[in-house]
């Protein structure tokens, strides 16, 4: 299965635009990027999957393990 770069690049877009609180319309996007809504459909419920196991819930940091200086 070969993924478009721009169907890709719509369906991140569209997920930046959820992660950061400013939903835009699948449709607009897909207009921009020159792809069918469905395409953008299909990857983001692709890319959707990755992202959950990537993304911290908000609020949330990593732990720092700060007991050893750092290695020069």
Not at 8 to 18: D, K
Not at 32 to 59: D, H, K
């Amino acid at each position: 299965m070969s993924l478009s770069p721009s169907g890709t690049a719509a369906a991140a877009i569209y997920l930046a635009s959820l992660a950061s609180g400013e939903r835009r319309p699948q449709k607009a996007i897909a207009k921009i990027a020159g792809v069918s809504e469905v395409t953008l459909r299909n990857r983001f419920q692709f890319m959707e999957g990755f992202m959950q196991q990537l993304v911290l819930p908000r609020g949330r940091a990593p732990k720092l393990d700060t007991s050893s200086p750092p290695a020069p």
